[in-house]
């Protein structure tokens, strides 16, 4: 496999095309949005900077790189002789199962179609295609340059042989693949997402303030991020979003996603990308201040 698609461009599909053209692939990174893959590019080179800085990559590599990726607005034109496209477009089933059906119709049968998504069924998204034996998913976690794991997901149909290459190429990236089942949330997500929704009921009931609870875990428990920092990091919509996924798709009460989580994403408190969550944020500072409301 020489030739790969990514579908978006946004942290996690420029955080992909990074990765694999650094490996050598040639990579076509494909978005509606121009604009967004001139930000994607202006954030591969500004990470291979920092590796560069870091004496971790040589100059010659980054402009390697970034030679290895090529941009297309037009998914035809991008996935055109590509042997795996990797679906990393937002977070809604719909706009996934649309993208699926449109690969499906678009690429050669022995083309391998997967997905990055944190939550959606790839059971479900095999069921768009005529192909769901080559429908698999590879969740890779943010930030994709740093983080080791790619959590492989097979779908009900998925192959052992589509399995074996993902997880093969997964290990030629330099990443450690893990290979789950299909099930709300995968193992990633069932385990992470209840783990932040606790900590938020621990400040909604006043058990602790927001830097003391996530000083506990940091310290205690070796995280490199609190759970409240690490929901402004994810997004706390995507956390609401997975938390629904689980209880939905589990039906259990123990699923149900803290109210003051929802109030924060229906009053547009999103987290970092948003300027403001359990934290505020401001362009250019790495200090981490507490929002007013939990001051
Ligand atoms: N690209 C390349 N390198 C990056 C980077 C990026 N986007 N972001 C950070 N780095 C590198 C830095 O250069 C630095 O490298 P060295 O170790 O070689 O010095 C290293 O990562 C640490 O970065 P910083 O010093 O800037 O900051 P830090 O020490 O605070 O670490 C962090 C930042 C790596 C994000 C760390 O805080 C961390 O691991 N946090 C937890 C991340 C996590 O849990 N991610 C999973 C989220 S869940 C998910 O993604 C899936 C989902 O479905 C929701």
Do not use: W
Not at 153 to 182: A, H, W
Not at 212 to 217: A, G, K, L, P, S
């Amino acid at each position: 496999m020489k030739n790969i698609a990514v579908i978006g461009s946004g942290t996690m599909g420029n955080g992909i095309a990074h990765v694999f053209a650094q490996c050598g692939y040639n990579v076509s990174l494909i978005d509606i949005s121009a604009d967004a893959l001139n930000k994607a590019i202006a954030t591969i080179s500004k990470n291979l900077d920092r590796q560069v800085a870091k004496g971790t990559l040589k100059e010659e590599d980054k402009v390697n790189t970034l030679k290895n990726i090529t941009t297309f607005t037009e998914m035809a034109k991008g996935v055109n002789g590509c042997e795996l496209v990797i679906e990393a477009a937002t977070e809604n089933p719909e706009i996934k199962f649309k993208l699926f059906r449109d690969l499906d119709a678009m690429c050669p049968e022995g083309v391998i179609l997967a997905s990055n998504t944190s939550s959606i069924s790839l059971t479900k998204i095999g069921a768009q295609t005529k192909r769901s034996d080559k429908v698999i998913g590879m969740h890779f976690m943010n930030p994709v340059p740093v983080m080791k794991l790619v959590e492989v997901i097979r779908g009900y149909n998925t192959s052992d042989e589509v399995t074996k290459t993902i997880m093969d190429l997964s290990k030629n990236l330099g990443k450690i693949p893990v290979e789950v089942n299909d099930y709300p949330g995968f193992v990633a997500n069932r385990i992470l997402m209840p783990m932040i929704n606790e900590a938020i009921y621990a400040l909604f009931e006043g058990v602790g303030g927001v830097e003391e609870i996530d000083t506990v875990m940091k310290l205690g428990m070796a995280h490199p991020m609190g759970p409240l920092q690490l929901a402004d990091f994810i997004g706390l919509d995507v956390c609401l979003y997975i938390m629904r996924v689980l209880h939905d798709g589990l039906g259990n009460p123990k699923y149900a996603p803290c109210p003051l989580l929802v109030n924060m994403v229906t009053a547009g408190k999103l987290g970092v990308k948003s300027g403001e969550g359990f934290y505020v944020y401001t362009a250019g500072s790495k200090d981490l201040v507490v929002a007013p409301s939990f001051r």
